[in-house]
């Protein structure tokens, strides 16, 4: 199939490219959220970058949508109108915000374009109203067993740590410090030390170590090297970072929040909301070498068989397979008025950086 999708949640798309389909990431001269395209990683040469104005709209066979916007876009470009004339499916990756647990979906009011969502929790969470819905959990490209512990260190990857605050857990990060160094990896990250302050609070600020916005296969090098990982995060949909570190052979800490009691199985480190019992769980890894060794050797036994590759790209290929395939008929181009509430639309969109986070959003 050729399959429209644009490059908004890079984690993700690295997963996705390397099945075996073909895949057009729109691509613009600013390369904004709008037209990142492959955004200079090394993929697969299926993964092509098409100007979407100037496709022939009868070559595309499916369309990925992730933002709302997405669907009235199409339809403008290509004309075809997704989950009418176009197989489509709207993936969410996000968990959901506002009131929770009464917060209404985007594609709640429809019944023709399927959500499909990232995780379990996520399902239940969301009110999808009569869309229909389906869970197809992350697959993650398998760094290999890279991990060391050498470093009496927890690793933490994070973006934006400050400005996300206390979703991402960066409130918890001083008394984790209390106990041993953080390593920590990501965007924004370079803002921590001064945000966070730990001189004032008694501690060397040798114990926040800022490693910053690694590239993919330096960030797995050095987060191998540390003794343990550390996911603090509150509320994010769950993290690929973690199951980066579960597949390196990592034991892992984390909250039991979210998708994370489900992704992290009995034996591979622990999973609590007590704050207490993760500080002790903590120090007792940095303190075991071996018995960190073990627990990791646990968490990627368990990432490789829910989260690889083969098996995320089985359960997408039999979403598409059964899409209802629609009518190739371009129809008639948008009036002027509704490019104009698209245009706008597309505005409000590109300022919507903080929920997009388009590159690595999944850390």
Not at 145 to 156: A, F
Request: some cysteine; hydrophobic content about 40%.
């Amino acid at each position: 199939m050729r399959i429209l999708v644009w490059h908004v949640h890079g984690g993700w798309m690295e997963a996705f490219v390397r099945g075996k389909h073909e895949y057009l990431l729109p691509k613009t001269s600013d390369g904004g959220p709008w037209g990142l395209g492959r955004g200079g990683r090394e993929w697969p040469a299926a993964a092509q970058e098409v100007d979407v104005d100037s496709l022939d709209p009868a070559s595309v066979d499916a369309v990925v949508l992730q933002r709302p916007e997405e669907i009235a876009a199409v339809a403008r470009s290509l004309g075809r109108r997704p989950g009418v004339d176009l197989p489509a499916v709207y993936l969410e990756h996000n968990t959901p915000k506002g009131d929770v647990p009464f917060t209404l979906h985007p594609l709640a009011d429809q019944r023709t374009i399927p959500v499909v969502h990232v995780t379990h929790f996520n399902q239940l969470f969301w009110d999808t109203g009569k869309a229909t819905t389906t869970v197809i959990e992350h697959g993650i490209p398998d760094p290999g067993r890279l991990y060391t512990g050498e470093r009496e260190e927890m690793g933490v990857v994070v973006n934006e740590p400050v400005r996300r605050g206390r979703i991402t857990g960066t409130d918890l990060l001083p008394g984790f410090a209390g106990v041993g160094p953080l390593r920590v990896f990501g965007m924004g990250t370079e803002a921590l030390p001064e945000a966070l302050n730990l001189g004032g609070l008694g501690l060397s600020e040798d114990r926040l170590r800022i490693a910053g916005d690694a590239p993919t296969p330096k960030l797995h090098r050095e987060l191998a090297r540390c003794r343990l990982y550390l996911h603090p995060l509150r509320w994010t949909s769950l993290g690929l970072a973690l199951l980066e570190a579960m597949h390196l052979g990592m034991p892992v800490l984390a909250l039991a929040t979210t998708e994370a009691s489900r992704a992290i199985p009995h034996g591979a480190g622990l999973v609590s909301n007590d704050v207490e019992d993760l500080h002790r769980f903590a120090r007792r890894l940095l303190d075991d070498p071996d018995d960190a060794y073990a627990m990791g050797m646990v968490a990627r036994e368990a990432a490789l068989a829910r989260y690889g590759l083969e098996k995320f790209h089985r359960a997408w290929d039999e979403l598409l397979a059964e899409l209802p395939q629609g009518t190739r008929r371009v129809s008639s181009p948008p009036s002027r008025q509704d490019s104009a509430r698209q245009d706008s639309a597309d505005d409000a969109a590109r300022q919507d950086s903080a929920r997009h986070d388009t590159e690595r959003t999944h850390r």
